[in-house]
């Protein structure tokens, strides 16, 4: 919070700060909280309004559909789903082959973090080269 909304909205620090203002320019300091005040107001009932107004139309149109005998999903078509999956990336091929601490065959892409035996195996004098398919 800035230190002048702190000031604000702090009735003692308020105080404080009144006592070197007159009266008449606390009162006009008054007026113009008001007309900001009012104008935050009409601001955020235009804007209440405007999103009312909008989702009236949605659902206007959402009726028209189904009395036309069309669902939303047929309306995006297989462009909404293929969009989803061109996001999704395909999986990468394994490149190297290595043998877990349980004896188990592994593989790895050679991305992310290097698997533990991989790593022990090159701290002692191996080479990734090795791992390869």
Do not use: C
């Amino acid at each position: 919070m800035s230190n002048m909304l702190h000031k604000l909205n702090n009735i003692r620090t308020l105080r404080a700060m009144a006592r070197e203002f007159s009266i008449d320019v606390l009162e006009e300091m008054l007026e113009k909280f008001r007309i900001v005040t009012e104008e935050k107001r009409s601001e955020e009932e235009s804007l209440r309004e405007g999103m009312a107004e909008k989702q009236n139309k949605i659902n206007s149109l959402l009726e028209l559909m189904k009395a036309e005998g069309i669902s939303p999903d047929e309306l995006l078509g297989d462009s909404a789903a293929s969009a989803n999956a061109a996001k999704k990336r395909a999986a990468r091929p394994a490149k190297y082959r290595f043998t877990d601490l349980n004896g188990e065959q592994k593989s790895w892409t050679g991305q992310g973090r290097m698997p533990k035996p991989i790593a022990q195996a090159i701290a002692d004098g191996k080479t990734l080269d090795d791992f390869l398919i």
